[in-house]
Structures are given as C-alpha cells and as structure tokens.
C-alpha cells in the first residue's frame, strides 16, 4: 500500500524551526516526509535534513518520495537521537522536531494492527522487527499490568473492568485479532458510557500501542539529548496528540528552561545547572480552522517550541 500521511501543523511547525540555507534539521519521526519535504525546499545545496523513523515503511517511502541528496536517513528510535545523528556524520544541528504518535499510515494498513475499526492480528509495532507486540501485551500480560497501562496510557476510567474481562476472555482462547479485542472492550464499559468520547475502544487501543512501543519513555531522554546537540539560536519544535505526550514536552522545555533544584530560599545558586534553552511558546500552537477541517488527526494536535541560548 502506498505510504499515505498528511502532516499536522506543517507549515507551523517548519516556520518555527527558522530554517537556515545551510542548516543541518532533524525530523525524529520522519513518517511520510512532509515536514522534510517542507524543510528542503527551504534549504540549500549544503544544508541536510537528517530523517529518524524506526518504520521501515516511512523510510522507504522517504527514499522513494523524495531521492534528494540532502536528505540521510537512519532507521532508530528518535530516544537515540544523539547517536542517530552521530551515525550520519554530525555533532551539532540547527533545528530538531518530532511529530508524535502514530503515523496515518500506520493506522490505514489494517495487517499492521493498529486499528479498531479494520480486523487485523494484533501487532502495533511501529518497527515490525521488534520483539513486543499488541498480542504479547494483551495474552501475556497479569490483570494488574493491564490495569496500570489502560489507566496510565489510555485515562481509561473502566480500566479495571476491562482489564478483567480480557483475561476472562483468554481463558478460552488467546485473544488474537484487533476487532475481537474491541469487542471485548465495549462490552465491559456500561453502556450509558459507551460512547461518551468516540469508539469505546480507543483509548484502550492507546494505551497498549503506546505500551509496545515505549512511546513516552523516549521523550525527556530526547529532549535532553536533542537540546545538548542544537547551535545556539537552533529550535525544537514538537507535536504532541495526547495530554500524556504535551505534559511530557512542556515539563521537558521548563526543565531545560529552569533547571536550578536548589531551594528556593537559597540566596544563590548552587547546584550549577544553568539555563539551555528558552521556552518560544508559553501557550501551544493549534492548527487553525481550515486545517481542522480538512484533517481530522490535526483535532488534538499540539505544538511547543523550544530555543537554545
């Protein structure tokens, strides 16, 4: 199938980073390229965009889409940020940004299993060679472990009583495809809830997809790596989708930002942790209205932005 994406926030998010003729970006989450493609029309024959996906899909699509010298591409999860860029052959960069979240790719090919609208094993592994996948976690995992993912990852209010009526369910049978897993979760939300916010599904399709791929254990590590490499007057720009992914961006930028732990009765300071960055948006940017209509994943979409001084 044909690598299909419409990037959030494109042009925000390019405009944010203040693109330089012979800068060097990285895209951490490279996906079906628009931000790349955006930056390299901006930059010139010296500057590089270096794209990081873990998606073989996104890369081969990157390669086939765009075939543009400037571009390197490395095959890592952006938490490796400082070694991916290391392995394309730089130290310091001039603008970093990730796009969080799944990919629409990656929800639109039923085989990859993301979805709980289209039937699919269950597998929502953004790199298809790592050894986790949705089955493991939904099959092997003790009720309690479901329990801590579905509330910590999904919010989901009825996590005990789905978490518990999955494994009643794999008593008989291994659970083993996406819509018989979302089946089992709308039954055990009450009905009067059921479909309160949406699918009832779909934040429990969350929660387990953001558990196989270590989604938020990568971004204060990227973050923190991200903002040692960039120049000075360099930007990180990045979108979250979820309030778990932008409380993680906004604590990482005020961190960077106001990293002193001294008390606050101490005259001076004393830790020696000094300022990196400044925060560029004290407020997140939305997408405007007519992006709002035209693409629907743009709906949540956040994006912070950070300065390195």
Do not use: W
């Not at 873990?54 to 890369?59: E, G, I, S, V």
């Not at 289209?118 to 986790?132: I, N, V």
């Amino acid at each position: 199938m044909e690598f299909s994406h419409i990037s959030v926030l494109l042009y925000e998010t390019v405009d944010s980073l203040n693109v330089k003729k012979d800068g060097v970006y990285v895209d951490c989450t490279l996906g079906g390229a628009g931000h790349t493609s955006l930056i390299l029309s901006k930059i010139g024959e010296n500057g590089r965009v270096i794209g990081i996906d873990r998606d073989d899909d996104a890369l081969e699509n990157a390669k086939n889409k765009i075939n543009d010298p400037r571009l390197i591409t490395v095959k890592d999860n952006f938490e490796n940020i400082k070694d991916a860029v290391a392995r394309a052959g730089f130290e310091r960069v001039d603008g970093i940004l990730m796009d969080l979240g799944v990919s629409s790719h990656q929800l639109d090919v039923a085989e990859r299993g993301f979805s709980y609208i289209k039937d699919a094993p269950l597998d929502m592994r953004m790199d298809q060679t790592a050894p986790l996948t949705a089955y493991d976690v939904v099959n092997g995992y003790s009720e309690r472990e479901l329990i801590r993912i579905l509330r910590d990852y999904g919010e989901e209010r009825f996590a005990p009583r789905i978490a518990q009526r999955i494994c009643t369910a794999r008593e008989s049978a291994p659970i083993k495809n996406t819509l018989e897993l979302a089946e089992i979760i709308s039954a055990a939300i009450p009905q009067k809830y059921r479909y309160e916010s949406g699918n009832p599904a779909k934040r429990s399709f969350q929660a387990i997809r953001i558990e196989v791929n270590g989604e938020l254990d990568c971004i204060p590590k990227a973050i923190e790596e991200g903002a040692e490499m960039l120049n000075v007057g360099g930007r990180m720009s990045i979108i979250s989708f979820h309030s778990l992914e932008d409380r993680l961006v906004k604590n990482g930028f005020q961190k960077l930002e106001k990293p002193c732990t001294c008390p606050s009765d101490f005259p001076v300071c004393v830790c020696g942790k000094k300022q990196s960055v400044k925060i560029i948006t004290r407020k997140p940017i939305l997408p405007s209205k007519e992006e709002l209509e035209y693409n629907s994943r743009s709906h949540s979409a956040k994006l912070r932005v950070c300065e390195k001084i």
